[in-house]
Nanobody
């Protein structure tokens, strides 16, 4: 069964940093692209960053220059380093796997809450 367990969120002041982690299981991790999404209640889930199986990364405009996605295939883990955080980054963050067509598969994990506030 495909599973994702996100962690690392918390309360941070504007300008601060956090490192989110996602432990994945139930599929051959190193064969698939991984993405981070975020969601604010009442809004649709937003794609933040993606890292392909080969390690190529892409970012939403809101994340470019501030967030870094990385992966550790030996640990079946994907990470999102959040720097220079802004109040508008406040959201629940989720990871997901994507197949060769770019489609997400597996159920969503519980997410990890990031709150940016002074």
């Amino acid at each position: 069964q495909v599973q994702f367990v996100e962690s690392g969120g918390g309360l941070v002041q504007p300008g601060g940093s956090l490192r989110l982690s996602c432990a994945a299981s139930g599929f051959t991790f190193n064969n698939y692209a991984m993405s981070w999404y975020r969601q604010v209640p009442g809004n649709e889930r937003e794609l933040v960053a993606t890292i392909t199986a080969a390690g190529t990364t892409t970012y939403a405009d809101s994340a470019k220059g501030r967030f870094t996605i990385s992966r550790d295939n030996a640990k079946n883990a994907v990470y999102l380093q959040l720097n220079s955080l802004k109040p508008e980054d406040t959201a629940a963050y989720f990871c997901a796997a994507r197949n060769k067509f770019g489609l997400r598969f597996g159920s969503w994990g519980q997410g990890t809450q990031v709150t940016v506030s002074s």
